[in-house]
């Protein structure tokens, strides 16, 4: 059995073998403990150490040990390696541990990965010499305890000149051997400033979780100070031995020598009375999955005496007055004369949030942001913030500030573009946007629809499908916009062939292919899409989501090629036709106006390949980068709609405006005029 302390509990361990193997030859059990232990003094010099040393023994399958002891933050990581105690106990065992939340420190996933040997958790020491001195209680609630000690802090200073005098030691050390202790002070303070006793933990950005950090600044500055906030278990416990000058400390719940009676315990005060917070841990025991079978079997037969109740209440509590995991021996007489039985009935406990992924590294980092407003100047709203970034993966969100502006932005530009329409009906302009005709205008309607609002593909947690039909929005957008293009210039190209001809007379037939071949492109999306989702994580920012080709995905590859290629294949053709007729003068201007379109296009989508291959970790510019392509079609709408008319109407003479009105003439029925403009093409060119 391998094992390890923090504190001194050698004798226990030593205790736990030699009473097994007594046990064991008294039933014949043919099962020998052996305890291996590790503390600060021969090996494993932390608790960072220790969980190494476990994890790097079972990655490689190691049959060294068969039970151990870890600390329950590891959990989640250690799962996998152990036995499904549920499995291998008798019932009784498991619903001795499954009151008063206690078996959240000891199941993961519906596993039961290890049982506490017993349970630590922090209670309110208060030095009743003070309060007996200056008639006053216990407090309950952080502002009572504000309260209570500026009257005595104040008083024992300016009477007494006792200037080492302090009110409250919260026990947020700094130093990396006590952040176990720093993490349970700040975890369970919040907690214990929720909304009432069946509240959950409170959400980090809520205005309850700010002004808990406020309220915890205002005390250490109103009646401590940065350097008794800082002091760790061994500086507390010297501080407390004192006597003289600390009337408030949070400490754990370890049964302190007998020149500590000045020090009365209790639960931890609360935003309101009634409501409180304690952190709960201790010390998990758990059985290897990689031993053989006779190994497991005399393993259980060691978790069955540790955790039975004889011995729990004969060794845990008589002998060492340490708390156990077994809610129903605190109803025996006997065991409250011991422990503060009304203490652990009265807690209201809470498991740090070791489930989440990389734990450590959160522990670390939650508390140096704590920190940072703690002793610093970062805000508290800045130090949550940025605890909330450390594991929170965000995406575009309506309930989100930030993305709904972006939601009222997209929606601002679409009625815009769609009202800007209008100008065709003034009289006045009204010649110069005769290619505006029922279905053209219905096709730039849906145009901009789909292309404004691909944006909407990047809301809401992402899926393959999301990412897919983002870039099919954009690519279908290009398409239907150049659509109305590439009919014209068919239309009146010099040659012509059995296709050609086909598209000439069936101009509504030919614009709902493309339709057609969009939607199939979506439904092979939807049934098999070609992206994955990944998670970016940033450094002291917001990580995000971020959609990445699978390229494992063999046919998703395929079908994406078959987009990107059809595609492609459509711009090639414009520019094939844009310039292969480029001397005469009834495709010149008509030419000029697609061609400043088509760079415009060229550019957004540059600037959008730039943007994914440098790989920006930046959550915003995740989130923006996709306006490139709005901002390019807002581009080409006020060109198309506003400045073009403007560079136009002073520079035209009589013969160009003969030829604008022969292209608009044919933009807006070319089937009916391709023999007469076949006839002023040879006029003009003469």
């Not at 302190?256 to 709960?280: A, N, Q, T, V």
């Not at 652990?344 to 980092?365: A, D, G, H, M, V």
Request: charged share 20%.
């Amino acid at each position: 059995m391998m094992s390890y302390s923090y504190f001194s509990y050698n004798d226990l361990f030593q205790i736990i073998e030699n009473d097994f193997n007594n046990y064991s030859h008294r039933n014949n059990l043919n099962v020998t403990l052996k305890m291996e232990f590790f503390s600060e003094k021969n090996s494993t010099r932390n608790r960072n150490d220790h969980s190494s040393t476990i994890d790097s023994l079972l990655s490689r399958k190691s049959t060294k040990y068969d039970i151990y002891i870890f600390d329950p933050i590891y959990l989640k990581k250690l799962s996998s390696h152990f036995l499904d105690l549920k499995q291998h106990l008798p019932e009784e065992y498991i619903d001795s541990y499954s009151l008063k939340d206690i078996w959240k420190i000891c199941v993961y996933e519906d596993k039961w990965v290890g049982l506490p040997l017993f349970i630590k958790f922090m209670v309110l020491y208060s030095n009743t010499n003070y309060l007996k001195k200056y008639n006053e209680d216990i407090p309950t609630t952080w502002d009572k305890l504000l309260e209570v000690g500026e009257n005595i802090v104040k008083q024992e200073r300016n009477n007494n000149n006792n200037m080492n005098f302090y009110g409250y030691n919260g026990l947020f050390p700094t130093s990396i051997e006590s952040i176990t202790s720093s993490m349970c002070s700040i975890y369970q303070y919040i907690y214990s400033n929720r909304d009432n006793v069946t509240s959950s933990f409170p959400k980090l950005e809520s205005q309850l979780a700010i002004d808990a950090l406020n309220k915890m600044k205002e005390i250490k500055n109103k009646i401590s100070s940065d350097e008794v906030f800082k002091l760790n278990e061994d500086q507390t416990v010297a501080l407390m031995r004192e006597g003289k000058n600390i009337l408030f400390t949070v400490f754990w719940d370890s049964v302190l020598p007998s020149d500590f009676d000045i020090y009365k315990k209790s639960i931890l005060p609360g935003r309101m009375d009634g409501i409180s917070g304690s952190c709960l841990g201790g010390y998990n025991i758990g059985i290897s999955n990689y031993i053989n079978e006779d190994h497991k079997r005399g393993s259980i037969e060691v978790i069955k005496f540790i955790f039975s109740k004889e011995f729990q209440k004969e060794i845990i509590i008589k002998k060492f007055h340490q708390y156990t995991g077994i809610i129903d021996l605190y109803k025996d007489e006997e065991i409250c004369s011991i422990l503060k039985c009304d203490i652990l009935n009265s807690l209201q406990l809470i498991e740090r949030p070791i489930t989440i992924k990389n734990y450590e590294t959160f522990e670390i980092k939650f508390i140096n942001y704590f920190y940072d407003f703690l002793y610093g100047s970062k805000s508290a709203k800045e130090a949550l913030q940025s605890i909330e970034d450390i594991t929170k993966i965000y995406y575009m969100d309506l309930k989100d500030e930030f993305s709904y502006i972006i939601f009222i932005v997209i929606n601002v530009i679409f009625v815009l573009i769609v009202f800007s329409l209008v100008v065709k009906f003034i009289p006045k302009f009204s010649k110069y946007y005769q290619w505006l005709n029922f279905g053209t205008s219905t096709n730039y309607i849906i145009t901009s629809f789909v292309t404004i609002y691909s944006m909407l593909a990047k809301f809401g947690e992402p899926t393959e499908f999301k990412c897919h039909a983002f870039l099919l929005m954009i690519l279908t957008g290009y398409a239907l916009v150049y659509t109305p293009t590439i009919f014209s210039l068919i239309t009146y190209y010099p040659k012509s062939n059995r296709y050609f001809k086909w598209i000439k007379t069936h101009e509504n037939l030919y614009i709902c292919q493309y339709y057609i071949i969009e939607g199939f492109f979506f439904i092979l999306a939807k049934i098999h899409p070609s992206y994955k989702i990944v998670e970016v994580p940033v450094e002291n920012s917001k990580s995000f989501y971020q959609c990445r080709i699978d390229f494992s995905n063999k046919f998703g590859i395929v079908i994406l090629s078959v987009e990107i290629l059809f595609h492609l294949f459509l711009y090639v053709n414009i520019i094939r036709f844009l310039y292969i007729e480029l001397n005469n003068e009834l495709y010149y201007l008509f030419a000029k106006v697609m061609s400043y379109i088509f760079v415009f296009d060229s550019i957004g989508m540059l600037i959008v390949l730039i943007i994914r291959v440098i790989d920006i970790k930046d959550y915003y510019i995740e989130c923006i980068y996709p306006f490139v392509i709005i901002g390019v079609f807002v581009l080409k709408h006020i060109y198309l709609l506003f400045i073009r008319v403007l560079l136009e109407k002073p520079n035209l003479n009589q013969e160009d405006e003969d030829i604008i009105k022969q292209i608009r003439r044919m933009t807006k029925s070319p089937s009916k005029n391709n023999n007469r403009s076949n006839s002023t093409v040879k006029q003009n060119s003469s």
